[in-house]
T-cell receptor, first 113, second 117 residues
């Protein structure tokens, strides 16, 4: 069966510091991968998606970036965090087929102070 | 542009009561998928159901049932005989196909359901 991991689970960072969140998927090959952000009390916003190694598409321009160095690894980064980057970050995967279900990881709660 | 509306921000019911969560969507696609996810206090989104726009049959899974009505663009979710473990935020989502056969989910803002023991 497939599992998706995210770490760290929680993170408190000062404004202006760098960020690296990691997501890995087990039990499947060539998944589509997604990063979402959920601000407090709001719905989910798609940030990045990837259909393969090194292939990243951005949905929302901001100071965040994403990379996919390996087939089942997806990384969310920032060089300098802003207060507005606080939120709950969720990684998701789906099979590389159109309209397939997305399955979500446990999430990382980021607080920028 | 696609849109999903969950007008009920918060609902509270007493345990064992039935409760229905509403979801209304807008899309120009002729083929689309609808989803419901559950987000318990731990934060992880748990997949509940996926429904094809061509399949309007209602679905039942244990205490959960879903009513899909294309004529009113609604995909409502009913929990029968609610339990405290059902307390969570529930999200309705709509798929949109985009580049490379990939899928983008448009989420509603969620309904926070509290089951009172």
């Amino acid at each position: 069966s497939q599992t998706i991991h995210q770490w760290p689970a929680t993170l408190v960072q000062p404004v202006g510091s760098p960020l690296s969140l990691e997501c890995t998927v087990e039990g499947t090959s060539n998944p589509n991968l997604y990063w979402y952000r959920q601000a407090a009390g709001r719905g989910l916003q798609l940030l990045f998606y990837s259909v393969g190694i090194g292939q990243i598409s951005s949905e929302v321009p901001q100071n965040l970036s994403a990379s996919r160095p390996q087939d089942r690894q997806f990384i969310l980064s920032s060089k300098k965090l802003l207060l507005s980057d606080s939120g709950f970050y969720l990684c998701a995967w789906s099979r590389g087929q159109q309209r397939d279900t997305q399955y979500f990881g446990p999430g990382t709660r980021l607080t920028v102070l | 542009a696609q849109k999903v509306t969950q007008a009920q921000t918060e609902i509270s019911v007493v345990e064992k009561e039935d409760v229905t969560l509403d979801c209304v969507y807008e899309t120009r696609d002729t083929t689309y998928y609808l989803f419901w996810y559950k987000q318990p206090p731990s934060g992880e989104l748990v997949f509940l159901i996926r429904r094809n726009s061509f399949d309007e049959q209602n679905e039942i899974s244990g205490r959960y049932s879903w009513n899909f009505q294309k004529s009113t663009s609604s995909f409502n979710f009913t929990i029968t005989a609610s339990q405290v473990v059902d307390s969570a935020v529930y999200f309705c989502a709509l798929s949109e196909a985009f580049n490379f056969g990939n899928e983008k989910l448009t989420f509603g803002t969620g309904t926070r359901l509290t089951i009172i023991p």
